[in-house]
């Protein structure tokens, strides 16, 4: 398993995030945000296939390029279509299936699910392309931990921040990785053999297998043969205040992942200002890499208020406290 990520959009332009979790038998796709002119770098095929989209807050630069997204998938029903969000996502998302003329889609076909994720609970609505989005159906609400979705592969959750309205922090998380010791086998004297697949599925429920005729105990071999080590793991941060209690939730809900995506908004020497507008600085986002010990720290939404000058200056700012952090490859900075 894999996942990778990218980032889309311009340095002190909208950004957004495609991550692709790859299990090596599937992809799961998964698009975070949707700024201005950020999908022109998501190839078509890729945006027909997003399993989910994800949104962290509804401020202007982080949905406005969703137009472009429902352009390519408002008729999609090869695959469920979910859209995710903080309180209120239901209500302007409906504006925006609206905001277009229908007299072409009495005949098509197309279900969307809009979830509007609380702290506590979600939210479920959905809307129908065969008239025109007009109706809104309650799916009901149902109580909620942190993870929103188990794509199978791969977890998806959810923590609600604070900017000045709610955003929510995503963590994806691949299922821990169940691994056969293939070099054990020949020591029990056993052969390779479908068998295998026994002492993987967990949930089969049975307590033996038959190899060569002869009946093994399940467990015992899980514990000869099977070892297990954890997924990779990616978090998509942006837009919250970054405080002292923030950090120390987070760093604990962190702890040891792999890619951490976040904001650098503002300098550290604009401290007062990141607390006025709810962001964070250069050395909080440093801090809090550095305390969570994630793999690499990859910075995004950038403020146009600085120069590409200062933004060079930025990272080394991050880079003083946690060394392993970057700007994406394709930024020319």
């Known amino acids: 398993m894999s996942i990778t990520c990218e980032i889309l959009g311009a340095p002190g332009r909208d950004n957004a ?10 992809v799961t796709r998964l698009l975070f945000d949707c700024g201005e002119g950020c999908l022109s770098m998501v190839p078509i095929a890729d945006l027909l296939q997003t399993d989910h989209l994800f949104l962290s807050h509804l401020h202007m630069d982080h949905i406005s390029g969703f137009d472009s997204f429902f352009r390519h998938v408002f008729n999609r029903d090869s695959r469920p279509n979910h859209i995710w969000g903080p309180v ?11 905001g277009f003329l229908w007299n ?22 959905r809307f129908e ?9 309650d799916e009901g609400c149902c109580s909620r931990e942190h993870v929103l979705v188990d794509q199978g592969q791969c977890t998806i959750a959810a923590h609600v921040m604070n900017h000045g309205t709610p ?13 056969i010791d293939t ?3 020949a ?3 056993l052969q390779p053999g479908p068998w295998m697949k026994q002492l993987k599925d967990t949930a089969a429920g049975t307590s033996s297998v038959m190899i060569n005729g002869v009946s093994h105990s399940i467990a015992t071999l899980r514990d000869s043969l099977v070892s297990e080590t954890p997924g990779d793991s990616l978090a998509y941060l942006t837009d919250f205040l970054l405080d002292e209690a923030a950090t120390t939730y987070l760093a604990d809900v962190l702890q040891g992942c792999g890619t951490m995506v976040c904001e650098a908004q503002y300098r550290n020497s604009d401290r007062e200002l990141s607390l006025k ?3 964070m600085t250069t050395g909080t986002v440093g801090e809090l890499a550095r305390q969570a010990d994630v793999g690499r720290l990859l910075l995004l939404h950038l403020s146009q208020r600085y120069s590409p000058h200062e933004w060079r200056e930025m990272l080394t700012e991050v880079q003083a406290v946690f060394p392993r952090a970057s700007y994406a490859e394709t930024w020319q900075i």
Do not use: C, K, P
């Open 17 to 26: 995030l495609y991550v692709r979790v790859d299990s090596g038998q599937a």
């Open 167 to 179: 955003s929510l922090a995503y963590v994806v998380r691949e299922h821990a990785r169940t691994n």
């Open 88 to 98: 209120g996502t239901t209500a302007i998302l409906h504006h925006r299936f609206q």
């Open 129 to 137: 392309l065969h008239d025109a989005f007009t109706s809104r159906s």
């Open 183 to 185: 070099s054990r086998l």
């Open 277 to 279: 507008n709810f962001h």
């Open 187 to 189: 020591e029990l004297g």
């Open 104 to 125: 072409l889609h009495a005949d098509m076909t197309g279900t969307w699910y809009v979830h509007d994720v609380s702290e506590s609970t979600v939210s479920t609505s």
